[in-house]
């Protein structure tokens, strides 16, 4: 069962500073979307990259971010101190677990292991049912079409159940994310 009402979602995306500047648009235009939909943005809590650019696109629109950082990536990567909540927490394993509970759906853009360690465990915890959360992947550029190899492969193969194929969704838009995730028509 989906939850009544999304009312939190979670991002997960890069903190890498070496990207295209395409993707750091594609977060902006998630944070803006976010906060024009008065959706409050769970995320890891720092300033830097996607990251950052999601975050400061939803305050910047009048939105509400909730960050949790890991004392020890605050000298990696800043803590973003001027959003609605920022909590600094022990370890990565309990940001995962807070930045789950507090969320209500998740979009994934693009990132590197940090993003795909957080979105496989989501994954893995639906797939055990014990969650029944929205998890949209947003292509964007195209980046997580191997990916979709990989999972078409894994269903193939048969290394998951076929029923299973509803885990998550991949969108190849911004828009496509929130007309997915609040069954909006295509304008």
Avoid at 137 to 150: C, E, K, P, Q, R
Wanted: proline share 3%.
């Amino acid at each position: 069962m989906k939850p009544n009402k999304i009312q939190t979602v979670a991002v997960y995306c890069s903190a890498s500073v070496k990207i295209d500047p395409l993707y750091l648009d594609a977060a902006r235009e998630v944070g803006e979307e976010l906060a024009r939909r008065q959706l409050t943005m769970i995320y890891g809590g720092s300033t830097r990259s996607m990251m950052g650019a999601a975050a400061e696109a939803v305050m910047t629109h009048g939105g509400r971010v909730i960050g949790f950082i890991p004392k020890h990536l605050k000298k990696i990567e800043v803590p973003k101190d001027d959003i609605t909540e920022l909590h600094l927490v022990d370890t990565s394993h309990i940001r995962k677990h807070l930045m789950f509970e507090h969320s209500d759906a998740f979009f994934i853009l693009p990132g590197g292991f940090g993003t795909l360690d957080e979105t496989f465990e989501i994954i893995a915890r639906k797939d055990l049912k014990l969650h029944e959360k929205p998890i949209i992947f947003i292509n964007v550029n195209g980046y997580w079409d191997a990916l979709s190899v990989m999972v078409k492969n894994i269903f193939d193969q048969n290394f998951a159940r076929s029923e299973d194929k509803d885990l998550f969704q991949i969108v190849s838009s911004v828009s496509e994310a929130f007309q997915v995730l609040l069954g909006e028509k295509n304008d």
